[in-house]
């Protein structure tokens, strides 16, 4: 169980595309999800958190015009990365929480994005 | 906010030796320790996780202790094999739907 998808796993655009990026939970009912980043032999870095039908909050420094998330359902979020530049290359992952945990933050992660922008 | 420092930042051992990785937490509220493991490519695996009620929690070869007086908590791997060696990252929560805080990362090499 407790089992996170992602898709597309590998994708490589051209500077100034937009490129969206699918996270389903596929055996659980996901209230957070979570987006992150990260960046060769470094940590994870949080870029928002999405409770489904509510607007994503989004961490310090992260543009939520640039990256876009949508939690419509309760196994799905999506995060649109628009206008992407060669910055933006980097390996996104999404995390999915069902909140049942008796209030402990139990959270899986989907097997990321491989984002490289030409 | 949370801070979660974590030690060391790269481990070597010789395959069927014990490996041992060590964080501390900041804040006093956090409830919630998990342990994920990341091979190259791949998003994070959770492999073991302790609640702040309970001292010490064993999965087969992988044990995690907590100290909640100190504020640190550990992750033991017994008898090593080369399929353990990968990137380990410990995180800490106050629960809820709060974000987990994670540490820096260990990268642990087994060496056959």
């Known amino acids: 169980g407790a089992v996170v998808s992602q898709h597309p796993s590998r994708v490589i655009c051209k500077s100034g595309t937009s490129v969206k990026i699918e996270c389903r939970s596929l055996d659980f009912q996901a209230t957070t999800m979570f987006w992150y980043r990260q960046f060769p032999k470094q940590s994870l870095m949080l870029m928002a958190t999405s409770n489904e039908g509510s607007k994503a909050t989004y961490e310090q420094g992260v543009e939520k015009d640039k990256f876009l998330i949508n939690h419509a359902s309760l196994t799905l979020s999506t995060l649109t990365v628009t206008s992407a530049h060669p910055e933006d290359s980097s390996f996104y992952i999404c995390?999915?929480?069902?909140?049942?945990?008796?209030?402990?933050?139990?959270?899986?992660f989907g097997p990321g994005t491989r984002l490289t922008v030409l | 906010g949370e801070n979660v420092e974590q030690h060391p930042s790269t481990l070597s051992v010789q395959e069927g030796d014990s490996a041992v990785i060590k964080c501390t937490y900041s804040?006093?509220?956090?409830?919630?320790f998990p342990w994920y493991k990341q091979e190259l490519g791949k998003g994070p695996q959770l492999i073991i996780d302790?609640?702040?009620?309970?001292g010490e929690k064993k999965d087969q070869r992988i044990a995690v202790t907590l100290n909640k007086t100190a504020k640190h908590f550990s992750l033991h791997i017994t008898e090593t094999q080369p399929e353990d060696s990968a990137v380990y990252f410990c995180?800490?929560?106050?629960?809820?739907?709060?974000?987990?805080?994670f540490g820096k990362g260990t990268r642990l090499s087994v060496i056959a």
């Open positions: 995180a800490a929560s106050i629960g809820g739907n709060t974000p987990l805080v």
């Open positions: 995390s999915a929480s069902s909140g049942l945990a008796g209030g402990y933050n139990e959270q899986f």
């Open positions: 804040d006093s509220a956090s409830n919630y």
């Open positions: 302790i609640r702040s009620n309970v």
